[in-house]
């Protein structure tokens, strides 16, 4: 009989902080919960007609693992978490480089390697 060798996880990671270069928030901040995600998930989106689609996918793999978030618009009334809303207010910032990374590294990626991360979903 076979044992399991992993710790069950939360679905979903503590608050996460992402701190941008660019300008497009005030403060340059992005606080997010992330689901997890799998290779599974990026795989189903990599090809389409026969073309590699790697930055579609890798968009799409953000979006789909961000499960809250502390956007409001400029009024202040918070944003809700729905398909359509990170499609408009999520997506156009996932191109942003990241302040305290690598040279180049893009909010996009890091969203998307930290939902594919185990540690950041283990229970205490």
């Known amino acids: ?3 399991i060798n992993f710790k069950p996880t939360a679905p979903l990671t503590g608050w996460l902080e ?3 270069k660019g300008t497009m928030l005030e403060p340059p901040v992005l ?5 997890p995600i799998d290779q599974y998930d990026i795989i189903d989106a ?3 007609d026969g073309e ?4 579609r996918t890798l968009a ?3 979006e789909k ?7 409001e618009d400029q009024d202040g009334k918070p944003i809700a978490v729905t398909d359509e809303n990170k499609e408009t207010y999520l997506r156009p910032i996932l191109g942003e480089q990241l302040k305290d990374k690598p040279a180049g590294l893009l909010l996009g990626i890091q969203i ?3 939902a594919r991360a185990r540690e950041n979903f283990l229970k205490n």
């Open 1 to 3: 009989m076979a044992k």
């Open 18 to 20: 992402y701190l941008l």
């Open 31 to 35: 606080r997010l919960r992330l689901r």
């Open 46 to 48: 990599t090809i389409q």
């Open 52 to 55: 590699l689609r790697a930055g």
């Open 60 to 62: 799409a793999a953000a």
């Open 65 to 71: 693992s961000v499960a809250e978030w502390d956007l």
């Open 112 to 114: 998307v390697r930290d």
